[in-house]
């Protein structure tokens, strides 16, 4: 993993025994079903937690988006009031994994451009169709389709040191997640092209102030910030929850279906050009971790 160890919290460690075990066990659970996400079951919500294995940094590749695809729509189904979206250690997600892109596309790149725009037109509808509220805690930096994905969600917290940024244009790809819709509305046509066409590396508190954030907590009290707001939510009648849902978005699904369908056609006309495959190798050959 580019000669990095990978951290992994214990929010177990300080539990008694007994909890430690059932802990243990419920990410044993987890961990045969997923390979690149932590899902926990909670008392009225299920957690998904970014926790990629195959990837750096929380980037999307196939496998990752299709396991967030699934446990979305098994939460869909059970008993959770809600989806509460996290991430291991101090990234959120920095968008698609190019090199992993890249890896597949040197091979048949007709097919492969096909297999992965689907991918991500799938998992971006996963989103879309989810009847049920999504709450996002955004611990650290949050690219690309990691901070494309967040106004299709319902309430997203934030830490003080999580920053927002989608520089498509720098990498000569194209814009994703329905942020060609979901950005004007929320922030304005100015802000928006700011973000989406000049990359503007957007701070926690601009995020809050243009509408892509709800909250912004300290660090040091982030995750209890987080957990006390979602045990008030899961106070709430799950009816009530999911059509309070419906109201708000009332009509935009279609609306967010056609705009993903049209980012993804655009990206696979970008994939498969010489190009578009040249600007994505000279930005994966060139890219410098600043993490």
């Not at 299709?66 to 959120?92: C, I, M, P, R």
């Not at 106004?151 to 040191?161: R, S, T, Y």
């Not at 920053?163 to 994703?176: A, I, V």
Request: glycine letters at 4%; charged letters at 25%.
């Amino acid at each position: 993993m580019r000669g990095k160890e990978r951290k992994v919290i214990d929010d177990a460690r300080d539990q008694p025994l007994d909890k430690r075990v059932r802990f243990s066990v419920r990410l044993l659970e987890s961990a045969s079903t997923y390979k690149d996400i932590v899902v926990r079951k909670k008392d009225g919500f299920t957690q998904i937690l970014l926790s990629t294995r195959s990837t750096y940094n929380n980037t999307l590749n196939r496998e990752v988006m299709n396991e967030v695809k699934s446990a979305l729509e098994k939460a869909a189904v059970d008993d959770s009031k809600f989806v509460l979206l996290s991430a291991v250690g101090s990234v959120f997600c920095c968008g698609l994994d190019f090199d992993n892109i890249v890896k597949h596309l040197k091979y048949n790149r007709k097919r492969a451009t096909v297999k992965l725009v689907d991918t991500i037109k799938n998992f971006v509808n996963s989103f879309i169709e989810f009847k049920k509220p999504i709450i996002v805690s955004v611990n650290g930096p949050a690219i690309g389709l990691g901070a494309s994905i967040l106004p299709l969600c319902d309430v997203v917290w934030a830490n003080e040191k999580a920053w927002f940024q989608t520089p498509y244009t720098r990498f000569g790809q194209s814009l994703d997640g329905c942020s060609t819709i979901t950005f004007p509305k929320i922030m304005g046509r100015a802000a928006a092209n700011e973000m989406l066409i000049n990359g503007w590396k957007m701070n926690a508190q601009e995020a809050c102030d243009k509408g892509l954030v709800s909250q912004v907590f300290w660090s040091e009290t982030f995750t209890q910030e987080v957990m006390v707001r979602i045990q008030e939510i899961t106070s709430c009648n799950s009816f009530v929850l999911e059509n309070s849902k419906a109201l708000v978005r009332y009509n935009m699904n279609v609306e967010l279906k056609q705009a993903n369908e049209r980012e993804c056609e655009v990206l696979k006309k970008i994939w498969a050009s010489a190009q578009g495959m040249e600007y994505m190798l000279k930005y994966v050959q060139n890219k410098i971790d600043s993490f």
